[in-house]
Structure formats: structure tokens, C-alpha cells
């Protein structure tokens, strides 16, 4: 029986990737070129964690984020006019994965990793992909021009730290953590909050 955890990161495995592949559609890519793009959107982040981390990543072992990227690919083709309409339903799926970023990689299997390592890694699992996603398609990533989107997982991933010294653990601990980086995420999106840009010396051209 699959967890809450894995649940939401089936959901958000998909909704990353139908976020790379309308992308990559924009572009005007092939359905392989596509795919790619979905799939390296989906399973980016992790894979870097994983690895920095010495563990296997979960693609390489469970077929699902093969799948649920092939499935974004078909969802994409047929019914791809609809997407507009759904777009905060996709939102909503993101944002859940996003919130599960910081529980991902607060463990791994051969012991703990100290607090900050397992915040910064759950930055990296949330956003590498996207990052990834925009370099493919030629584009300046956006999350280093718009909206909080690592930031929000480092939150989360500070709100995981503080409540399991305050001695809370199990699902208690995971629903926190993950309804605090949604929550930013939600918030951030619904109020245009972002860090501001920093401004070209006086002289200096851009290049």
C-alpha cells in the first residue's frame, strides 16, 4: 500500500513533468525531445539528491516515473487544449510535491543526515528538476527570476527540523511539513511575493 509520501510524489512526478513537456511543446519539440524534457523535469532533483546522498535513484529501481512521464506525454497530446483550464489543479499537484521536497531527503538509508544537509537537499530535490528543464529549452531558469521556489522548500525543510526536536514524528511530522511548503507556495503565487532583483550598476551593459 503506497504512503502519503509516495502518494503525493506519484501526483507531482506527473504534474512536474506535464510542466516540462508543455514547455518543451512551446518550443515546438519532437514527442521524444518532449519526453525528455518531461522526464528530466520529473526525476532532476532527486537523482542529483540521490546521488550526493550515495543512493540509488528511485527511477532506476521502480519503473512508476517512466510511466507517469509517458502518461503526462499521451495526456499532453489528446488534451492539450484543456491544460489552460486545469491550470491550478496542476498548480495545486506541484505544489504538493514541492511539499514533499524536504520530507525526500531528510533520511536515507545508511542513517540520518545532519538538518542542514537535508534542507539543502530538499531545495535541490524540488528545484533541480525545473532548472534542468529550463536549460534544456534555452531559457534563463525560472527560479532565479520569479515566485519563491526553493526557498519555499527550505522553509519546509526548517519547519521539518524544529518540529521533530519538539519531539514530533510519523504522519503528524510528514502532513506539517508538507502543508508548510505548500502553503508558501500557495501564498507566494496568490500574493506575487518574490525576492527582489538586483539592479545593474549604473554604466554597466548587459551581456
Known amino acids: 500500500m503506497p504512503t502519503f509520501v509516495q502518494i503525493l510524489d506519484f501526483i507531482g512526478t506527473f504534474?512536474?513533468?506535464?510542466?516540462?513537456?508543455?514547455?518543451?511543446?512551446?518550443?515546438?519539440?519532437?514527442?521524444?525531445?518532449?519526453?525528455?524534457?518531461?522526464?528530466?523535469?520529473?526525476?532532476?532533483?532527486?537523482?542529483?539528491?540521490?546521488?550526493?546522498?550515495?543512493?540509488?535513484?528511485?527511477?532506476?529501481?521502480?519503473?512508476?516515473?517512466l510511466i507517469c512521464t509517458g502518461l503526462a506525454l499521451l495526456w499532453v497530446i489528446f488534451f492539450g487544449k484543456?491544460?489552460?483550464?486545469?491550470?491550478?489543479?496542476?498548480?495545486?499537484?506541484?505544489?504538493?510535491?514541492?511539499?514533499?521536497?524536504?520530507?525526500?531527503?531528510?533520511?536515507?538509508?545508511?542513517?540520518?543526515?545532519?538538518?542542514?544537509?537535508?534542507?539543502?537537499?530538499?531545495?535541490?530535490?524540488?528545484a533541480a528538476g525545473g532548472v534542468l528543464r529550463d536549460i534544456q529549452i534555452n531559457e534563463v531558469p525560472l527560479i532565479f527570476r520569479k515566485e519563491i521556489y526553493a526557498l519555499a522548500c527550505v522553509f519546509g525543510g526548517m519547519v521539518y527540523g524544529i518540529c521533530q526536536l519538539a519531539g514530533m514524528t510519523g504522519g503528524t511530522l510528514q502532513i506539517v511539513t508538507a502543508v508548510s511548503v505548500i502553503a508558501a507556495r500557495v501564498v507566494s503565487v496568490r500574493f506575487g511575493f518574490s525576492l527582489p532583483s538586483l539592479k545593474q550598476a549604473p554604466g554597466e551593459s548587459a551581456k
Open 15 to 65: 504534474a512536474f513533468a506535464i510542466s516540462g513537456i508543455r514547455l518543451a511543446s512551446a518550443k515546438r519539440f519532437d514527442w521524444f525531445g518532449a519526453y525528455v524534457v518531461g522526464f528530466v523535469t520529473a526525476i532532476g532533483g532527486g537523482t542529483i539528491r540521490d546521488l550526493l546522498l550515495d543512493v540509488t535513484p528511485g527511477w532506476m529501481t521502480d519503473p512508476i516515473y
Open 82 to 126: 484543456h491544460l489552460i483550464h486545469l491550470h491550478n489543479t496542476f498548480f495545486i499537484f506541484d505544489a504538493s510535491d514541492w511539499g514533499c521536497s524536504p520530507l525526500s531527503a531528510s533520511r536515507r538509508p545508511r542513517g540520518r543526515v545532519p538538518f542542514w544537509v537535508a534542507v539543502i537537499m530538499g531545495a535541490i530535490t524540488g
